[in-house]
């Protein structure tokens, strides 16, 4: 059974900075892409940042520039630097992971995964 769980987020005023984590809890072959998405009320859900196993990122245009994300492929994790946050941020950020996974002594995957979401709450 695999879970990704999330750290962070919380409250700030606009310009200020929040750090998001993500850990993959489970037996992990490998990290495909993790990365993520948020959702604001009312909106769909959208892509914030992916990075693959490798270290190469992928960024929204509006966060690019103002957020960073780096990935720990032993530690099975995934970080989200956000500075100079803007109250259209405000979002519940959720973690996704595509990981291959051992189930029964085989590796399995690519599987997404999911984390339960974080609220970031930007006052202006």
């Known amino acids: 059974q695999v879970q990704l769980v999330e750290s962070g987020g919380g409250l700030v005023h606009a310009g200020g900075s929040l750090r998001l984590s993500c850990t993959a809890a489970?037996?992990?072959?490998?990290?495909?892409?993790m990365g993520w998405y948020r959702q604001a009320p009312g909106k769909q859900r959208e892509l914030v940042a992916t990075?693959?196993?490798?270290?190469?990122?992928n960024y929204a245009g509006s966060v690019k520039g103002r957020f960073t994300i780096s990935v720990d492929s032993v530690q099975h994790s995934v970080s989200l630097q956000m500075s100079n946050l803007q109250p259209e941020d405000t979002a519940v950020y959720f973690c996704?992971?595509?990981?291959?996974?051992?189930?029964?002594?085989?590796?399995?995957?690519?599987?997404?995964?999911w984390g339960q979401g974080t609220q970031v709450t930007v006052s202006s």
């Open positions: 990075i693959t196993g490798g270290g190469n990122a």
């Open positions: 489970g037996n992990i072959f490998n990290i495909n892409t």
């Open positions: 996704h992971g595509d990981l291959d996974v051992i189930i029964d002594y085989d590796v399995e995957g690519p599987l997404e995964y």
